[in-house]
């Protein structure tokens, strides 16, 4: 089996829920006591989220982080959020091992469940940016994003609720999506940031949930026992 590395830390709450999917997907596939070997570069959230150089000092952190996880043995490597997915691919350059794409990994799951139209909920940057949005269009789906005031209110609960574990606002995460599904026709709804699964679970909705994390997880354990 390859050895996974995982840059993590964005936030922590996101990591750990990386890391109880391992487990539990490993459990799954290999029984109770095999596991791929699993290597987490966790980083200091507060010198991601406040960079005072922006995205050019958060790319330097994920580069050195990457780059470390190299150093280590890694042989896959992935980030386990959405948005520093923006710069993936000048992560990606800087090292000389194949890095996982949590985008990639989510189209092929789309397309595996027969979705055509979902609705994007993430952190503001994701919802708003070209990166994640053309990537899908790319791929022949239909991306329906909220409102402003939605925006606005779905990034807070992600950094002031959920990044704490703090579930409060969960029906009106529920609500938003079913308001979707009814006025907007969407068939699915993408957690497009690995913090949203604490509060959106399957079941909660009627449409189909893709938990970006979890899916993720899945793709990096197949291709480290070469599924």
């Known amino acids: ?76 490597i992935a980030m386990s959020a959405n948005t520093p997915h923006m710069i993936f691919p000048e992560v990606q350059k800087a090292v000389n091992v194949p890095m996982v794409s949590i985008i990639d990994a989510l189209i092929e799951e789309i397309r595996r469940r027969g979705v055509k139209k979902a609705l994007l909920l993430g952190t503001k940057t994701t919802m708003t940016a070209d990166f994640y949005r053309n990537a899908l269009r790319e791929a022949g789906f239909e991306v329906v994003t909220p409102t402003g005031e939605e925006m606005e209110e779905v990034n807070r609960i992600i950094f002031e609720e959920l990044s704490f574990e703090n579930l409060r606002s969960r029906s009106y995460l529920i609500a938003l999506i079913e308001r979707y599904a009814k006025e907007r026709g969407i068939e699915g709804v993408i957690l497009g940031c690995t913090e949203l699964p604490l509060a959106i679970k399957p079941g909660d909705v009627s449409v189909e949930i893709f938990d970006t994390a979890k899916i993720h997880m899945r793709k990096l354990i197949e291709l480290a026992s070469g599924f």
């Open 1 to 76: 089996m390859k050895r996974i590395g995982l840059i993590g830390g964005m936030t922590p709450e996101s990591t750990l829920y990386y890391y109880r999917n391992y487990i539990r997907m490993s459990r799954e596939l290999f029984g109770p006591f095999t596991f791929p070997e699993l290597i987490v570069y966790s980083i200091n959230f507060a010198e991601f989220k406040d960079n005072p150089r922006g995205w050019e000092g958060r790319k330097e952190l994920l580069i050195n982080a990457a780059r470390a996880l190299e150093k280590a043995g890694a042989e896959i």
